[in-house]
């Protein structure tokens, strides 16, 4: 039901605005930017000591298009990072574990914009985060692959201004979360299972520079983003063997930190 209503205010607060202007929507911007993304994890359990933590720079990318449909600015992006991480926690008998995590992270992400005032607008996002995550065996410590999916419905305020000469900067602020996620693991031991984590809680800074137009439309960008990211702990589930049921899981709760550093082009049209 919280999914639900996250989702009707994204799309009820462009319709109380859209009468005034009917104008038709069109795509006007295409971009391509590349770069690297540091990325941590940690894990806790419910009195607070920390289970595990992961570290690791992973290659990224992102392909986004943007347009005008009235006085509403509309983007779609899609971001992919892949790589690993190094991780250090420890196994179910509490020996000290060091390996590495695999990772797969796709990101789609619709934002809406509305002019407030002079440089300054209103923020609405959804996104679909879904990360594969592979931890690798090591010794007599088996690995597994997990999938972890999520929802997140934002709210931000977004500047800008100008820079030198035709240059621009662009800066903004968001704060978001949702309750719409699962993981799914396949342990060595057990059947798959499917666990629902805790609400996600975020927040994000974003800083962009474009410069000056040049060629046919095209500018070239230069981007860093911080998020901070904090998933509750979840339901416990049963674990089951070929029928048996042979223990029980849970989704812990963890934090992610990530700063990306991304240089691209855009091109208006």
């Known amino acids: 039901m919280r999914q639900a209503a996250l989702l009707a205010t994204l799309v009820a607060l462009p319709l109380a605005w859209w009468a005034p202007a009917r104008a038709a929507c069109a795509a006007d911007t295409v971009a391509l930017r590349a770069g690297v993304l540091d990325s941590r994890w940690n894990e806790h359990d419910a009195e607070g000591r920390r289970l595990l933590r992961e570290q690791g720079r992973l290659p990224?990318?992102?392909?986004?298009?943007?347009?005008?449909?009235?006085?509403?600015?509309?983007?779609?992006?899609?971001?992919?990072?892949a790589g690993q991480r190094d991780y250090e926690g420890f196994s179910n008998r509490g020996a000290a574990v060091q390996t590495d995590s695999r990772l797969r992270l796709n990101e789609w992400t619709l934002t809406l914009?509305?002019?407030?005032?002079?440089?300054?607008?209103?923020?609405?996002?959804?996104?679909?985060?879904?990360?594969?995550?592979?931890?690798?065996?090591?010794?007599?410590?088996?690995?597994?692959?997990?999938?972890?999916?999520?929802?997140?419905?934002?709210?931000g305020a977004l500047a800008e201004g100008a820079a030198w000469g035709e240059s621009s900067w662009h800066f903004g602020v968001w704060l978001g979360g949702g309750p719409g996620a699962s993981v799914r693991i396949d342990l060595p031991t057990a059947d798959p299972v499917r666990?629902?984590?805790g609400t996600m809680r975020q927040a994000e800074l974003q800083g962009q520079w474009l410069s000056a137009p040049w060629g046919l439309g095209w500018r070239t960008s230069l981007g860093l983003r911080w998020?901070?990211?904090?998933?509750?702990?979840?339901?416990?589930?049963?674990?089951?063997?070929?029928?048996?049921?042979?223990?029980?899981?849970l989704q812990p709760r963890h934090e992610l930190r990530s700063v990306g550093l991304e240089a691209g082009v855009l091109r208006s049209f």
């Open 113 to 155: 914009q509305r002019p407030l005032l002079e440089g300054l607008k209103l923020g609405l996002r959804a996104q679909r985060q879904e990360t594969r995550r592979e931890l690798v065996s090591t010794g007599k410590v088996l690995g597994y692959p997990e999938l972890h999916r999520h929802w997140v419905y934002g709210l």
């Open 60 to 81: 990224a990318a992102t392909l986004a298009v943007g347009g005008a449909c009235g006085a509403w600015l509309a983007e779609l992006s899609w971001r992919h990072a």
């Open 195 to 197: 666990l629902k984590p």
């Open 227 to 249: 998020r901070a990211e904090r998933i509750g702990a979840g339901e416990v589930a049963t674990l089951w063997r070929q029928g048996v049921a042979v223990g029980g899981a």
